[in-house]
């Protein structure tokens, strides 16, 4: 089989291709994106538009593309690699789930925008508060996308208010600034997927806000869009972990976790250096929380490489990893360091699960260093 055609897009994606007698058969897009954990940001390379002409399908086409993309992202600058992908495919190329898809249902639409506040359609004079609320909303956030001013996605919503499918409503605060948000964002494919599965229900692509007074005042606003267009429920896609959702809790809704054990979200980790690079700012955060103060050397070993992380005071360096007796060393497949990563589970589970478990203080301190999170990028992201 014909070695797969890499080329570079325009709009600065990837697309890698196998060509058999003149004619593209398979094919897949690499999306470059940057995602946060906490406090650091990390590298992520996205999977998308994968597809491979009928005829040709069942014959290794599929795994000759994947497997000429993971290398060309492998020889570049991404620490790991995403895909939104179906069950029981992708696992064969080294991914695994990376948490569930959160969502929040109401069904109760009795509701009214705090006083002093008000909900009002976006304009184009908006985006940049629209920005700035995306942005302090998510600035601790796990699995969000960081959205430079002139990104793909803010640029759809800068014709947002050409649809209604795709509007977007901006909440005012009495001090005449915006600081929360709602945008069906219907466009997004994610979204017409929850339109198919929750056909009764109005689908919100994104709503963010700034403060739990802010989300409170959105969630009426998005029960009043449901009256409006006289939808009895309310969908939106949220993790549990921010203001939008802590509002959720105080009134009467229903959180779903949906979960898929080997599709959907799935990660899998492209150099384990650099991702654990990636992470130094949010260990040092975790690393002032430890008492009495660690120092010492763990090190990584993954069915990709190995990599070294070095604690000396306040002060923490990732190197190739060294032998030492002396050192811990922890034995895990690279999917599970991208979920450890993440967050996706709690590091007790992975650590349990283990072929060969650290010991108790190697465990301890792993959970210090990588808590459970609720990883989630926002729809209008997903690619």
């Known amino acids: 089989m014909m070695l797969p055609k890499v080329s570079r897009l325009p709009n600065g994606h990837t697309r890698v291709e196998l060509n058999i007698d003149g004619e593209c058969v398979s094919w897949l897009k690499i999306v ?16 998308a538009d994968v597809g491979t002409r009928e005829e040709h399908r069942m014959k290794g086409c599929s795994r000759c593309v994947l497997n000429a993309a993971i290398d060309h992202m492998t020889g570049g600058d991404a620490a790991v690699s995403m895909l939104y992908g179906i069950s029981n495919f992708y696992h064969k190329f080294g991914y695994a789930t990376s948490g569930p898809e959160h969502y929040i249902l109401f069904t109760n639409l009795d509701d009214d925008v705090p006083a002093d506040w008000t909900s009002r359609p976006f304009s184009l004079e908006d985006l940049g508060d629209v920005r700035s609320i995306y942005d302090t909303a998510t600035s601790a956030a796990t699995g969000t ?148 103060a660690y120092t010492g050397t ?42 450890l990563a993440l967050g996706v589970f709690t590091p007790t589970d992975i650590m349990e699960r283990l072929a060969s478990p650290p010991d108790t203080n190697t465990s301890k301190l792993v959970q210090q260093l990588f808590p459970l999170r609720h990883p989630h990028m926002y729809l209008p992201d997903r690619f």
Request: charged residues 25%.
């Open 145 to 292: 996308a960081i959205r430079h001013p002139e990104s793909e996605v803010w640029s759809k919503l800068a014709t947002s208010i050409e649809s209604s499918d795709d509007a977007c409503h901006v909440i005012v605060g009495s001090d005449g600034i915006a600081h929360a948000y709602v945008w069906l964002a219907h466009w997004c494919y994610s979204v017409e997927k929850l339109r198919r599965q929750f056909s009764d229900a109005l689908i919100i692509g994104e709503a963010v806000a700034d403060s739990p007074i802010a989300a409170d005042a959105l969630l009426a606003a998005c029960k009043q869009l449901a009256i409006d267009r006289n939808v009895k429920r309310v969908l939106l896609a949220s993790p549990p972990d921010c203001h939008v959702a802590n509002a959720a809790m105080r009134q009467d809704s229903r959180f779903i976790s949906d979960f898929d054990a080997c599709g959907g979200s799935m990660i899998r980790v492209l150099d384990v250096k650099r991702l654990l690079d990636s992470l130094v700012p949010e260990i040092k955060v975790h690393l002032e929380n430890i008492n009495p």
């Open 298 to 339: 763990l090190t990584f070993n993954t069915d990709i490489g190995n990599a070294a992380i070095v604690i000396e005071h306040d002060d923490v360096i990732v190197q190739d990893a060294k032998p030492n007796p002396d050192n811990p060393v922890i034995e895990i497949p690279q999917a599970e360091l991208g979920r």
């Open 32 to 47: 470059p994106m940057t995602i946060r954990a906490g406090s650091a940001q990390i590298r992520m390379d996205g999977i």
